[in-house]
């Protein structure tokens, strides 16, 4: 910190945001692994909000880690075989969705 405290900067600002501004939780439920959503995902990816927590629940052991540690998200599941996305804030989900343009709209507001 004292060698490069501009540096560090961002990390401190960040969590005031956090602790500003109310954040969204968004799980991404999908029947298929990250590598193959990669592309499909890039537009959220692009979408500035610092304040969200990303959690994926794909197929296979690291579905079964998260599910220890994230209780919650056994119920979240793709809707209909597509990707689907959970969107919380203050304890409290949204419908999911599988649009994704929706998910960016409300990433934004």
């Known amino acids: ?26 799980l991404v439920a999908a029947d298929r692994d990250y590598e193959q959503l990669r592309e499909e995902l890039k537009p959220l990816e692009e979408t500035f909000a610092p ?3 990303f959690l ?7 579905y079964t880690r998260l599910e220890k540690i994230v209780p919650f998200v056994r ?3 793709p809707r209909e075989g597509e990707m689907t996305f959970y969107i919380c804030r203050d304890f409290a989900c949204r419908q999911p969705t599988t649009k994704l343009a929706e998910v960016r709209e409300i990433l934004r507001s």
Do not use: I, K, N
């Open 51 to 53: 304040q969200t927590v």
């Open 1 to 26: 910190m004292r060698r490069h405290p501009a540096g560090r900067a961002h990390h401190f600002l960040t969590a005031l945001l956090f602790a500003l501004v109310p954040g969204y939780e968004v």
């Open 75 to 77: 119920d979240m599941v």
């Open 56 to 62: 994926y629940r794909l197929p296979g052991e690291e």
